[in-house]
């Protein structure tokens, strides 16, 4: 099974950029998806990003859309999460998850649906 390791969160002002890595232990199959999801204190687990690891279509949240990007770095094993003009709103730990099986694009946003998880990196927004 893919193991996965996130890096990158940190301290950011409101208007700052942050980049996320997802790297994993090995090649994730052609077929799998790789999601982003943040969770801050008492609540649920919020899908933000996803992508087929093998390209196509990328589904982004609404409440970052156009201000965050994925891409891939291939001969690494990384996914990317570029992070623009953030917000205080955006401060959560991000996680990093697989699924090792394509699914239908309706159901990317279900954290139920993946697979394994990183342990997870803190993005803070704070003037």
């Known amino acids: 099974q893919v193991q996965l390791v996130e890096s990158g969160g940190g301290l950011v002002q409101p208007g700052g950029s942050l980049r996320l890595s997802c790297t994993a232990s090995?090649?994730?199959?052609?077929?799998?998806?790789l999601a982003w999801f943040r969770q801050t204190p008492g609540k649920e687990r919020d899908f933000v990003a996803a992508?087929?690891?093998?390209?196509?279509?990328?589904n982004y949240a609404d409440s970052v859309k156009g201000r965050f990007t994925l891409s891939r770095d291939h001969a690494q094993n990384t996914l990317y999460l570029q992070m623009n003009n953030l917000e205080p709103e955006d401060t959560a730990v991000y996680y990093c998850?697989?699924?090792?099986?394509?699914?239908?694009?309706?159901?990317?946003?279900?954290?139920?649906?993946?697979?394994?998880w990183g342990q997870g990196t803190q993005v803070t927004v704070s003037s």
């Open positions: 998850a697989i699924r090792s099986r394509a699914i239908v694009y309706s159901s990317w946003r279900d954290a139920d649906v993946y697979d394994n």
């Open positions: 090995g090649r994730p199959p052609s077929d799998s998806l």
């Open positions: 992508r087929r690891w093998n390209g196509g279509s990328q």
